[in-house]
T-cell receptor, first 112, second 114 residues
Framework: AQSVTQLDSQVPVFEEAPVELRCNYS??????LFWYVQYPNQGLQLLLK??????LVKGINGFEAEFNKSQTSFHLRKPSVHISDTAEYFC??????????FGAGTILRVKS | KAGVTQTPRYLIKTRGQQVTLSCSPI?????VSWYQQTPGQGLQFLFE???????NKGNFPGRFSGRQFSNSRSEMNVSTLELGDSALYLC?????????????FGPGTRLTVL
């Protein structure tokens, strides 16, 4: 079965600093990987996804992620965060059909 | 295009009652998936419907059921509510039932069971 581990439950960072949110997955088959963001009292919004091809994936709002097959990781990065990036971020894998298996989430707290 | 809409947004029920939640997908989308989000268990997949057929089912008891109509709108029903069913229920729609398809989420229905 496919699973996702998000290594940090909370990440505090100062505004304009870089950030990395870590995600590791386990899978015995080819993986499709996703990062979603959830703002308070809202649903989830797709930031980016990896299906195949280039291992560096660029998404919305200046985020990017790198797929590393040997490390089974899909870490999310942003070079300079803003207060508005404060939210919860979820890494997910798609084992089949439209089922998504999510990690536990990482709360990003951007401080001024 | 309008996004995914879910009704109602908030719901309070008591133990033993049943509840029906509704989801209207983005126009043209034929797949609807449901997820339960709780602080303890996180985001868990309930089921997926595509062209009125259940395609995938998560590991939930039979009290949780769903259906999809010919216009792709979907409903989920929870019977004999338990306190542990209190959660945010999220619906997501996508064009098809391919694992590469992007799922677009609605704002959710927050269910509180007293």
């Amino acid at each position: 079965a496919q699973s996702v581990t998000q290594l940090d439950s909370q990440v505090p960072v100062f505004e304009e600093a870089p950030v990395e949110l870590r995600c590791n997955y386990s899978s015995s088959v080819s993986v499709y990987l996703f990062w979603y963001v959830q703002y308070p009292n809202q649903g989830l919004q797709l930031l980016l996804k990896y299906l195949s091809g280039s291992t560096l994936v660029k998404g919305i709002n200046g985020f990017e992620a790198e797929f590393n097959k040997s490390q089974t990781s899909f870490h999310l990065r942003k070079p300079s965060v803003h207060i508005s990036d404060t939210a919860e971020y979820f890494c997910a894998v798609s084992p089949g059909g439209n089922k998504l298996v999510f990690g536990a989430g990482t709360i990003l707290r951007v401080k001024s | 295009k309008a996004g995914v809409t879910q009704t109602p947004r908030y719901l309070i029920k008591t133990r033993g009652q049943q509840v029906t939640l509704s989801c209207s997908p983005i126009s043209g989308h034929r797949s609807v998936s449901w997820y339960q989000q709780t602080p303890g268990q996180g985001l868990q997949f309930l089921f997926e419907y595509f062209s009125e057929t259940q395609r995938n089912k998560g590991n939930f008891p039979g009290r949780f059921s769903g259906r999809q109509f010919s216009n792709s709108r979907s409903e989920m029903n929870v019977s004999t509510l338990e306190l542990g069913d209190s959660a945010l229920y999220l619906c997501a729609s996508s064009l098809g039932s391919n694992r590469a398809d992007t799922q677009y989420f609605g704002p959710g229905t927050r269910l509180t069971v007293l």
